[in-house]
T-cell receptor, first 114, second 111 residues
């Protein structure tokens, strides 16, 4: 089955700096890669996703890049703000309407200090 | 638009007691449904998923079970809770092309 590794487990940056979180996956058939943000005590929220037919996707201060050959994808947050502090999860799965579930990384705890 | 509900929001139960958590989805039909557990400060562990009424797949053997009696209802149960069952239980539903959304969660404490 799919195995998703996520690094780092914790990340501390100064407000205004950039943050990068990296994930690798093992199943070459995976073609959907979402990122979730989970604030303390709340549900994970989908913030951005990318499919294997594109290499990069951007939404304001957030971008995701995908390297299918190397089987890794990354989340980039620019101009970080204190409200970006949360746990971020990457995931990977096959694009299917069957029961294929998302395989999650173990999460990265991001702290943005003012 | 689609919404997903879970109840109760919080629950405190003694060891050995039964459990029933409910999840319902509105605004969609025939969704794929999932139960996850998140221990304190940990990642998301997939427990069960269902692609249709009466169809349950288990990812992790344990003292929990799941049922899907209706298209948009997913229930997580246990006959006897263990201390290790404490955690944040999240239901999720998936629409086309794998966009998956989580419910608000149930925080379970087993004493």
């Amino acid at each position: 089955g799919e195995n998703v590794e996520q690094h780092p487990s914790t990340l501390s940056v100064q407000e205004g700096d950039s943050a990068v979180i990296k994930c690798t996956y093992s199943d070459s058939a995976s073609n959907y890669f979402p990122w979730y943000k989970q604030e303390l005590g709340k549900r994970p929220q989908l913030i951005i996703d990318i499919r294997s037919n594109v290499g990069e996707k951007k939404d304001q201060r957030i971008a995701v890049t995908l390297n299918k050959t190397a089987k890794h994808f990354s989340l980039h947050i620019t101009e970080t703000q204190p409200e970006d502090s949360a746990v971020y999860f990457c995931a990977a799965s096959r694009n299917s309407n069957s029961g294929y579930a998302l395989n999650f990384g173990k999460g990265t705890s991001l702290l943005v200090t003012p | 638009s689609q919404t997903i509900h879970q109840w109760p929001a919080t629950l405190v139960q003694p060891v050995g007691s039964p459990l029933s958590l409910e999840c319902t989805v509105e605004g969609t039909s025939n969704p794929n449904l999932y139960w996850y557990r998140q221990a304190a400060g940990r990642g998301l562990q997939l427990l069960f998923y269902s692609v249709g009424i009466g169809q349950i797949s288990s990812e992790v053997p344990q003292n929990l079970s799941a049922s899907r009696p209706q298209d948009r209802q997913f229930i997580l149960s246990s006959k006897k809770l263990l201390l290790s069952d404490s955690g944040f239980y999240l239901c999720a539903w998936k629409r086309d092309y794998n966009e998956q959304f989580f419910g608000p969660g149930t925080r379970l404490t087993v004493l």
